[in-house]
């Protein structure tokens, strides 16, 4: 609603509101586009009287708006927002990509056991507050105490 706003009050007016905000094009979302010419947007709506729509991501082929079915564009973040450019940066990782990630050097760092948080977070070139927030996030699959990480499906 503020979007639309600016110096005047008309953003309070309607009981209605539809903002369409590009996405950004990352090569994996241009991998999708079949001519080179389509954009990524993603409808998001302002109600007074009911609930807000779900945001829906959207393909902008000249002249026609396509709906993306195959939630192509789920993992993409509007031009300039945070998330953008904190996904530019090189110390940016996805929850997936990080889950990926600590179950491979949990299957190497096992080989010589005890796998602790200090050789994980020298595997990986960060600090072991990361390494803890990390394991965190993947607490149905890994537990740690006392610096030593483990599977859940192991416990004793």
Known sequence: MDRASGSGVFARDPDAQLDLTPLEMTEEIKNFIQDGNATAWRMES?????PNI???NLWFDYPIHRMDNNNQLEHAFTEGSAMSNLAKSSK????DDRRDSVETAFQILSM???VTVEAMAKYFGKTTRCIREWLKEMDDVFWYKGGIIGR???LP
């Open 46 to 50: 302002s109600l007074r009287e009911f």
């Open 112 to 114: 010589t056991p005890p």
């Open 54 to 56: 779900i945001p829906v």
């Open 152 to 154: 859940i499906e192991e």
């Open 92 to 95: 940016y990782s996805r929850k």
